[in-house]
Every structure is written in structure tokens, then in C-alpha cells.
């Protein structure tokens, strides 16, 4: 599976920006899929993941819970981030992630990552 990020830009304290990941292969339904993030001199962490199928199971990190919202459009190969009521806080480079195991994906330990793009939120 490779991954490609999209959607990243600076922004102010309060607005809204969605991001996008596109996926190649023809079983993108058969995986979970996650958000992550990487502040400046912080290590990786856990924003959101989105389970395999019908995405009917989510979860999402308490720094982001109500103000995010994962999706997925199988159609499309897409997985997408929606993040609101942005802060400086939020800023970091984002990406996105895969594997076949929703546990793993929950683990910090998909096995695909995709690139990252750069989320700057300014106050």
C-alpha cells in the first residue's frame, strides 16, 4: 500500500482544514487506517484511526477528540481528517498510515506510513 498525503497549510487559531490521504492498491477497504502526528522536537503520536470495511469503529486521541473527525470513502481509495477549531497546539507535520490490523494501527505500529504534510496553525 502506499500512501499520499495532501491537504496541509497554514492557517489561523480557530479555522478549519481537512486533510487528505490517497491510497493505491485495490484492497484500500480491507485496511484500518490512522493519523498521526510530529510536533517540532516531539516524537510521533496518535491522532485518529478509522477502522477497515464500513469505518464504523473510530478513535481518536484526547487532544483531538471533538475536534477532529476521520472518514473513509473506499470508492475513492481515501482517507480524510477533518480538523476543527484548530490551535497552535495542532501544529505539526501530519500523516497517514495503514494496516490490516486496527490494533496495530491504535498501536503506533501500522506497517505503511505515507509522507507527511505540514499543518501550521498560527494565534
Known amino acids: 500500500v502506499q500512501l499520499q498525503a495532501s491537504g496541509g497549510g497554514l492557517v489561523q487559531a480557530g479555522d478549519s482544514l481537512r486533510l487528505s490521504c490517497a491510497a493505491s492498491g485495490r484492497t484500500f477497504r480491507d485496511y484500518s487506517m490512522g493519523w498521526f502526528r510530529q510536533a517540532p522536537g516531539k516524537g510521533r503520536e496518535f491522532v485518529a484511526s478509522?477502522?477497515?470495511?464500513?469505518?464504523?469503529?473510530?478513535y481518536y486521541s484526547d487532544s483531538v477528540k471533538g475536534r477532529f473527525t476521520i472518514s473513509r470513502d473506499n470508492a475513492k481509495n481515501s482517507v480524510y481528517l477533518q480538523m476543527n477549531s484548530l490551535t497552535p497546539e495542532d501544529t505539526a507535520v501530519y500523516y497517514c498510515a495503514a494496516d490490516a490490523l486496527l490494533t496495530r494501527v491504535q498501536g503506533s505500529t501500522p506497517s505503511y506510513w505515507g509522507q507527511g504534510t505540514q499543518v501550521t496553525v498560527s494565534s
Open positions: 478509522i477502522s477497515s470495511r464500513s469505518g464504523s469503529s473510530t
